[in-house]
């Protein structure tokens, strides 16, 4: 109920991404930073104004099942770090991005959501309306980023405050763009960025990594994905009209 909730509080948000870029026309990348510097306060007030004025949530008591995952949780050291007590959302976000992919892919909206980001012009001469897909697009996402950060509270920190959830928002923008734009591409890129945080969170089961200093195992998602943006970058082909405001009249 909790990600549900946070996926439509998520769509709401981005109502004023999709309001600004399609129908005023503002830069993307500005309406998109100016949004992403206004969140955290503006979870944190009503973070206060929701729990008599803490900064922070109270502790989570109900949260995902979890479960293992068979034969390969006997492997040593490996199956207790990656396939034992895998949260339940892990594998139905497995399987989601199958369904992106065949949405996207294989069905009449996809081809259409797909259409308007790589040639506008072209889809509106064919009877499609570009605001009402863009718009689309938009809200979709804006739901599945709200899940998304819910279900990292939920089983990341048990809580919410303003130092819950920094930087992985641009790690699942870096997954993206390794991914290729591809749903099934961008959920292995995912388990590829999330592996050095599982070691992270489980030096006490790594003799090696127990000698070395948390903050510095704590950098090394981010210099991970600092080094794929820099080899990956050019070769990863967006959408051509990516970020590219449509007028009509042109």
């Not at 050291?77 to 065949?102: E, K």
């Not at 001469?125 to 509270?153: D, E, H």
Request: proline share 6%.
């Amino acid at each position: 109920l909790g990600c549900l909730v946070a996926g439509l509080v998520g769509l709401v948000y981005s109502c004023l991404h999709a309001l600004a870029t399609i129908n005023f026309r503002a830069d993307h990348v500005v309406s998109g930073t100016v949004l992403n510097l206004i969140a955290p306060s503006l979870a944190v007030f009503l973070c206060r104004f929701l729990y008599n004025g803490n900064g922070q949530t109270p502790t989570i008591k109900v949260n995902f099942s979890t479960s293992s995952v068979p034969l390969l949780k006997d492997i040593p050291i490996l199956g207790r770090i990656f396939f034992t007590n895998i949260p339940i959302l892990a594998y139905v976000a497995i399987i989601f991005s199958f369904l992106a992919y065949f949405i996207i892919f294989k069905t009449r909206f996809g081809l259409r959501l797909r259409s308007v980001g790589e040639h506008p012009q072209a889809a509106d001469t064919l009877g499609i309306n570009v605001s009402l897909m863009r718009y689309a697009g938009v809200l979709i996402s804006g739901f599945l980023g709200g899940v998304g950060g819910a279900a990292y509270v939920q089983l990341n920190s048990n809580n919410f405050s303003i130092g819950t959830i920094v930087g992985p928002g641009f790690i699942a923008l870096a997954a993206m763009i390794f991914g290729r734009w591809n749903p099934i591409g961008a959920m292995l890129s995912s388990l590829f960025f999330g592996l050095p945080q599982s070691l992270v969170n489980s030096t006490s089961q790594i003799p090696i990594l127990a000698h070395i200093p948390g903050p510095y195992l704590k950098t090394i998602p981010y210099i991970i994905t600092i080094l794929v943006l820099a080899v990956f970058f050019g070769k990863a082909v967006a959408p051509k009209a990516d970020g590219v405001n449509y007028i009509k009249s042109k």
